[in-house]
């Protein structure tokens, strides 16, 4: 049995559960349509969705509720709900479970500490379909700590792939860079500071190794000084002693490595070991790197999540990675209309940047035109790198293995 899953912490709206949906179906459908039977075979592949954080409420929203019991018709999906955090906002699964009473699971196994733990859960679905130990886990962290939740998300996952023995590695990107800021004393949370100074040093009493890098660009405009020590490594006195700050190909590399790598929002989908040989699009060299599909549903200029995503994805394609971008939700205000910045202004529009990459190696875009009809818009036609699709054609980039590709799996990250 194959295992494909998505850890999501952030709001789920109808919209995105709505295109999550057409997604499946299309999945179902069109590559195992004996899953769909009441009693699917044993070796049908199934979904699982983790959830915590604010994507909790969907599940007692009577909106997303009704969406949820759509998915969950489809017998071959599951849910498994962060215990902790339901009872934190006071959430129950209590009507998705009442009718499906198997494929909804609001109880986490137990860890060495004998609580229950999420955590855990998580691993335990990261290690199916694994090769045997040593293996490792990462996390892309794009968010700062305290102000979001995620940071702390971060920590208990790398904790627990210690307990499993991965080697944890976590890659800070954005205003995750403050994950390892020196001297950090919060009040009234868990000090992130602190937590990964403990894992690393865990890790080190386990014989695990652990890898913390940060991202120059953007420590650099935080105000993160750094030097050269003359031997090859970069300093800062403004970050913690595990936290690496270095160029974003070395966050990449690590990219091109077949290990698990999770965000606050992400999902990993393997690739049938055979019987299926469709393919959506292709790397244009033979690579092993697991593809990355990145799914940008954030508006621009507002924050740097849509430029820091664009920017991510072509630093994996120039790396070999196949990368696929796709726009949707409110990502898709990055390619309508046309944007112009101001003449004086130093700054580059989206528009600008995806234009300046469009033909690149291993790089493509998309924008799902439903997304755009929902809001009225339409694409700028003089984006002709960004390629419009359709749900089907979105179940296609995340489910059926690209050509040329000789990985086991494919990464999904929302930014």
Not at 115 to 129: I, T
Not at 264 to 275: L, M, Q, T, V, Y
Not at 350 to 364: F, T, W
Request: proline share 6%.
């Amino acid at each position: 049995m194959t295992t494909h899953f998505f850890l999501l912490s952030g709001s789920l709206s109808v919209e995105r559960l709505s295109w999550i949906e057409e997604c499946l179906k299309f999945f179902f459908v069109q590559l195992y349509p004996e899953s769909l039977m009441h009693r699917a075979p044993a070796e049908s592949p199934v979904v699982t969705f983790l959830l915590t954080g604010d994507a909790l409420y969907s599940l007692e929203d009577a909106e997303t509720v009704q969406v949820w019991s759509v998915i969950l018709s489809l017998t071959a999906v599951r849910i498994v709900c962060d215990r902790q955090e339901l009872d934190l906002r006071g959430v129950s699964a209590g009507r998705l479970k009442m009718k499906y009473p198997e494929q909804v699971i609001d109880n986490n196994s137990l860890a060495a500490d004998n609580h229950p733990s999420f955590w855990k859960d998580v691993v335990g679905l990261v290690r199916q379909n694994r090769p045997p130990l040593p293996d490792g886990i990462g996390w892309l962290q794009g968010e700062s700590p305290y102000m979001h939740l995620s940071a702390v998300y971060a920590l208990r996952c790398l904790n627990a792939g210690i307990e499993a023995r991965l080697s944890p590695e976590l890659y800070a990107y954005l205003d995750g860079i403050h994950m390892g800021h020196t001297a950090q004393h919060p009040t009234e949370s868990e000090n992130v500071g602190h937590g990964l100074e403990e894992i690393h040093d865990r890790a080190a009493k386990q014989n695990v190794s652990s890898l913390f890098l940060a991202c120059n660009r953007y420590a650099t405009a935080r105000g993160y000084s750094t030097w050269d020590d003359g031997k090859g490594s970069v300093i800062s006195t403004c970050a913690i002693k595990p936290f690496h700050i270095r160029d974003l190909n070395a966050i990449v590399d690590r990219f091109e490595r077949p290990h698990i790598i999770l965000s606050s929002n992400a999902g990993s989908i393997n690739f049938p070991k055979k019987g299926i040989t469709v393919s959506f699009d292709r790397a244009e060299k033979s690579s092993t790197a697991p593809p990355v599909t990145i799914l940008v549903t954030s508006s621009p200029y507002s924050t740097e999540m849509v430029l820091g995503a664009v920017s991510f994805a072509v630093a994996c394609a120039h790396q070999g990675v196949l990368t696929r971008v796709v726009f949707l939700e409110d990502g898709v205000y990055s390619v309508a209309g046309a944007h112009r910045a101001p003449a004086e202004s130093p700054l580059f529009t989206i528009q600008d940047v995806i234009n300046a990459v469009a033909g690149s190696e291993n790089l493509h875009f998309f924008v799902l035109v439903p997304s755009l009809q929902k809001r009225g818009l339409t694409k700028n036609k003089d984006l002709n790198a960004v390629l419009d699709i359709g749900f089907p054609g979105l179940g296609k980039i995340l489910f059926y293995p690209p050509g040329n590709v000789h990985a086991e799996h494919q990464r999904v990250l929302v930014f």
